[in-house]
């Protein structure tokens, strides 16, 4: 069984990544059809959500030396990256506030259940980290992940566009941007740039999702608790 799903899964992958090429509409992405076509199939052959979790498990585990493995473009660029340091966590640590508070108050204006709202406060950083800081803060660590695939789905599709109507040149600022707004989809998306662009996305995800983790300890359970601002 684990054999199976894990091969089903691997292959509706990468068909998911042929039409995505193909068409490059945004309904199309990748992390957003796969998953679709998951649904589709183990609905179709009776199968619970549960028995695959179980049997595709160990895919879930890959996302942290998947994530670790940025670490080897970053080293190639450390002489920048020391240059940048300054900028680079000034812009992460204003973008994690940003992404918090905006999720935040639009959580509280539209009056979302507690569990709602601690499942999507971590939605700007890589799954392995956001999954942690739910659990840490008594969120729903599957709920955080659909959001976070949400949120980087979105940010992968629209980041470009925002790039260019913005005029961003610089290749740390392309980094930065897609790596904040959209974490392993931004990634992916700022290689297309060029590898600088992709090392600082690596840096900015990885830094937002450390920068999170301690809000998660000392600013976000104060915010759950604040009443709803309408």
């Not at 309904?27 to 199968?47: E, R």
């Not at 493995?69 to 990256?81: E, G, M, Q, S």
């Not at 599957?142 to 959001?147: D, E, H, I, Q, S």
Request: charged share 10%; proline share 5%; no cysteine.
């Amino acid at each position: 069984m684990m054999i199976l799903f894990t091969v089903i899964t691997f292959i509706i992958y990468r068909l998911a990544k042929m039409v995505y090429s193909k068409f490059a509409l945004a309904v199309f992405h990748p992390l957003l059809l796969a998953p679709i076509l998951l649904i589709l199939l183990i609905k179709g052959m009776n199968v619970s959500a549960n028995q695959y979790l179980d049997a595709t498990k160990w895919l879930t585990h890959l996302l942290g030396p998947a994530t670790v493995a940025f670490a080897v473009p970053i080293y190639k660029h450390l002489p920048t990256i020391k240059k940048y340091m300054g900028t680079i966590m000034i812009s992460v640590t204003t973008g994690t506030l940003v992404a918090i508070f905006s999720t935040f108050a639009l959580s509280k204006m539209i009056h979302l259940k507690s569990d709602f709202l601690t499942s999507i406060l971590p939605r700007s950083i890589t799954t392995p980290i956001a999954i942690e800081v739910s659990k840490e803060i008594g969120g729903l660590p599957t709920l955080t992940t659909v959001f976070v695939i949400i949120t980087g789905v979105m940010g992968g599709v629209m980041g470009p566009s925002v790039i260019k109507w913005l005029s961003i040149k610089t290749p740390i600022a392309k980094g930065l941007a897609l790596g904040m707004a959209a974490h392993g989809a931004g990634t992916n998306k700022a290689l297309e740039y060029g590898e600088q662009e992709a090392t600082f996305s690596s840096l900015a995800m990885i830094f937002a999702a450390w920068i999170t983790l301690l809000w998660g300890v000392l600013l976000i359970p104060a915010l759950i608790h604040m009443k709803p601002l309408f």
